[in-house]
């Protein structure tokens, strides 16, 4: 099985921030990978897929990168709506999610 | 528009079977590349993916849970069925239902309903 890990777990940034979250595989998966983010009390949504494309109606702000174990979320200029938990998901497996990033507010 | 709406009891005793509905609107569970699944969180606890049914009626199921759980669907209905048996304490947690969408061997969740928690306690 490939696991999933994310990093930092939490961080603590301020509004204007450039906030990078890296996910890592324990096999390459190529660009297979996904990112959610989910605002507490509220059910994950999707924000970028095949590691780099944007959902449709996700801010530019937000960008994704990397393949094979390793993947970065970046949001460059954080905004008081982003403080949320960030989860990456291995795209060719639906059973896996990573541990999750909570971005909070400093 | 998609969406996805759970229902089911907030309360349940240990032991007991735990029965979800997920009822959703906008897409056909019989489109090819269409599938449901059902995810859940414990409070203040990551993300785990629970189990999922296809267009084709394929159900697959997490490795841990797979003798507690069913996966069914009614596609006339619009609805996605999970049981659970035997709940435990350790199960309450936010059920969530998700339009998971496959295509060239990838699978995405999108959208999710609002989730239902669910309380094991007696």
């Known amino acids: 099985d490939i696991q999933l890990t994310q990093s930092p777990s939490f961080l603590s940034a301020s509004v204007g921030d450039r906030v990078t979250i890296t996910c890592r595989a324990s096999?390459?998966?190529?660009?297979?990978l996904a990112w959610y983010q989910q605002k507490p009390g509220k059910a994950p949504k999707l924000l970028i897929y095949a590691a780099s494309t944007l959902q449709s109606g996700v801010p530019s702000r937000f960008s994704g990168s990397g393949s094979g174990t390793e993947f970065t979320l970046t949001i460059s200029s954080l905004q008081p709506e982003d403080f949320a938990t960030y989860y990456c998901q291995q795209l060719n497996s639906y059973r896996y999610f990573g541990p999750g990033t909570k971005v909070d507010i400093k | 528009q998609v969406t996805l709406r759970e229902s089911g009891p907030a309360l349940v005793k240990p032991t007991q079977t735990l029965t979800l509905t997920c009822t959703f609107s906008?897409?056909?569970?019989?489109?090819?590349?269409?599938?449901v699944s059902w995810i859940r969180q414990p409070p203040g606890k990551a993300l785990e993916w629970l189990a999922l049914?296809?267009?084709?009626?394929?159900?697959y199921y997490s490795t841990s849970l797979k003798t507690r759980l069913t996966i069914s669907k009614d596609t006339s209905k619009n609805q996605v069925v999970l049981t659970m048996t035997n709940m435990d304490p350790v199960d309450t947690a936010t059920y969530y239902c998700?339009?998971?969408?496959?295509?060239?061997?990838?699978?995405?969740?999108?959208?999710w309903g609002q989730g239902t928690l669910v309380t094991v306690s007696s």
């Open positions: 906008g897409f056909s569970l019989s489109t090819s590349g269409m599938c």
């Open positions: 998700a339009r998971t969408l496959y295509s060239s061997g990838w699978y995405w969740f999108d959208p």
């Open positions: 096999q390459g998966i190529s660009s297979y």
């Open positions: 049914i296809d267009w084709d009626d394929d159900k």
